[in-house]
């Protein structure tokens, strides 16, 4: 069964500073998806970056970039010029090529990121 | 702006009490999810329709039932609310399920188990 790792529950970050959240994920196949979700307090969940495994190219969404590892099976979100609006918890999710099985994302349990002023 | 809409965003029920909670979409997608989010827990996926087509997942519990009376709504059903139950209920729409798309998220309706 897919895995989906967050080993750090809460991170903290200046504004204007660059902050990484790391995702590690374990699978048995080779294509796949994956996703970085953010979810503000007591707001709607919205996308924030996707990758698609068979591209090698990191995703980048303005200040939103990913660092896609594939052989190690890390898929790390940086996050530069950290302002207010992106307090909240991030949930990296990965989702199995849908036609070869599950549709289901398999999420992460989540990092808190904090900015301070 | 098109948009995931749940109703009500807060809900209280009784221990036992059937409750239903609702999911509206104005995307016009075929396919709309359900998630339990317990307290600092990730989503986790109760069911989903493909237009008509529900799917269950294998470890969802009796209690929770479901309902896609159009393509722009979706029900869930709980019949007999456990204080386990307590939980944000998030409602997703994809336009297929097929292809790896983002999915869209509700507000989500968080749900008291008196």
């Known amino acids: 069964a897919q895995t989906v790792t967050q080993s750090q529950p809460e991170m903290s970050v200046q504004e204007a500073e660059t902050v990484t959240l790391s995702c590690t994920y374990d699978?048995?196949?080779?294509?796949?998806?994956l996703f970085w979700y953010k979810q503000p307090p007591s707001r709607q969940m919205i996308l924030v970056i996707r990758?698609?495994?068979?591209?090698?190219q990191n995703a980048t969404e303005n200040r939103f970039s990913v660092n896609f590892q594939k052989a190690a099976k890390s898929f790390s979100l940086k996050i530069s010029d950290s302002q207010l609006g992106d307090a909240a918890m991030y949930f990296c999710?990965?989702?199995?090529?849908?036609?070869?099985?599950?549709?289901?994302?398999?999420f992460g349990s989540g990092t808190r990121l904090q900015v301070q002023p | 702006d098109a948009m995931v809409i749940q109703n009500p965003r807060y809900q209280v029920t009784q221990f036992g009490k059937p409750v239903t909670l609702s999911c509206s979409q104005t995307?016009?997608?075929?396919?709309m999810y359900w998630y339990q989010q317990k307290s600092s827990q990730a989503p986790k996926l109760l069911f989903h329709?493909?237009?008509?087509?529900?799917?269950n997942e294998a470890d969802t519990p009796d209690n929770f039932q479901s309902r896609r009376p159009n393509t722009s709504f979706c029900f869930l059903d709980i019949r007999s609310p456990g204080l386990g139950d307590a939980a944000m209920y998030l409602c997703?729409?994809?336009?297929?399920?097929?292809?790896?798309?983002?999915?869209?998220f509700g507000p989500g309706t968080r749900l008291l188990v008196l």
């Open positions: 999710a990965y989702l199995k090529d849908p036609l070869r099985g599950r549709r289901a994302l398999t």
């Open positions: 699978t048995s196949e080779s294509d796949y998806y």
């Open positions: 990758q698609e495994a068979y591209k090698q």
């Open positions: 995307l016009n997608h075929n396919v």
């Open positions: 329709y493909y237009d008509k087509d529900f799917n």
């Open positions: 997703a729409t994809t336009k297929n399920r097929d292809r790896g798309e983002t999915q869209y």
